[in-house]
């Protein structure tokens, strides 16, 4: 078992079946030791795909979105939560995601400029669960004309259908903890 | 001059003589090295003061905060802009905080399990101006109990009144950059 993993076991508490918190090391206060390996773990999986930058959404995924970033001596942009639309299309792009954990909608926002076509995109998030994050991410950078060589998630929900929604989509996804069962007895892990 | 100054000297962009953009290598998009070196240089400063975490505001504080913590070698705790209050006052701190730059006010929320009286706390963040939300930090962490050690601040606006304030409350304050004017002509540098 990993690091992660094991973090995860000892210190993830559980809500209810569907929401596992791990406020004490990944979202809230954050372990670096942790977040050191976790970003060195994806560049390692990802190192052959002549990633150009890293991709996420805030504010969850800065913190593995820069130790992967970092890892992999590339920069990493951050794809922002707006609550409303902006009209300036020359310069931004955007598209609206609903969120069925938190129960809202905003709109993903990311500046043209730091998206071309000579871009090899690895999109990083904390959580993945029912793919609408990573969907709208990977929505961005198809209009910006930049290649997606991956997804590199946290902890990966694989009760509900966030991958294959992305599988479908041809992405090459790499979860570090792939959780089958949150439940009053604990945590169980695919693998 | 350092790292910092030089990219800010070649890649910022001037807004007007309050707002100076950096997005291309510190709020949106991410210089991985250059926040590598902002991290070492918060960590040497403070060196000697017996860090044991360090604290910033979402979203655009978790990169520093995050190279900061690392080079420290202690955890760091993101607080989180809410859009109204939380009624658990057992569980959570929170203060109003207005945002002169953005024009708006959030409550800055966290968490009352990850900051005790042994803490000795590092406040990190990218930009201080009125200083609004360093005093919001600090009004949290002196409700929980922890002593202040510092602010360490990557891009200071010196010509706006935070630093005096901040000061006022008796705090180490350092700032990677100081900027004593921005204007058509360019940026000037404080020393």
């Known amino acids: 078992m990993n690091l992660l993993k094991e973090k995860i076991k000892s210190d993830g508490i559980v809500i209810n079946e569907h929401v596992l918190k791990v406020d004490s090391f990944l979202n809230h206060q954050v372990d670096t030791k942790l977040m050191d390996f976790i970003g060195k773990e994806f560049a390692n999986y990802f190192k052959d795909k002549q990633i ?17 970033a970092f890892a992999l001596n590339v920069p990493f942009v951050i794809f922002k939560k707006q609550s409303s639309a902006i009209l ?7 598209t609206p995601v609903h969120s069925f954990t ?7 926002t990311a500046s043209k400029k ?3 076509e000579a871009d090899n995109i690895l999109i990083i998030d904390d959580f993945l669960a029912n793919g609408q994050a990573a969907m709208g991410a990977y ?3 198809k209009e910006a004309g930049a290649s997606v060589a991956g997804i590199g998630i946290v902890i990966e929900k694989s009760f509900q259908d966030g991958r294959k929604k992305l599988e479908s989509l041809g992405l090459d996804i790499y979860s570090l903890a792939k959780i089958s069962k949150i439940s009053s007895e604990g945590i169980e892990f695919l693998d």
């Open 114 to 116: 730091y998206l071309t």
């Open 52 to 68: 150009t930058k890293v991709v996420t959404i805030e504010s969850s995924g800065i913190a593995p979105a820069y130790a992967t």
């Open 88 to 94: 300036d299309t020359e310069t931004t792009i955007q």
């Open 102 to 108: 938190k129960n809202t909608d905003y709109i993903l």
């Open 139 to 141: 929505r961005i950078l």
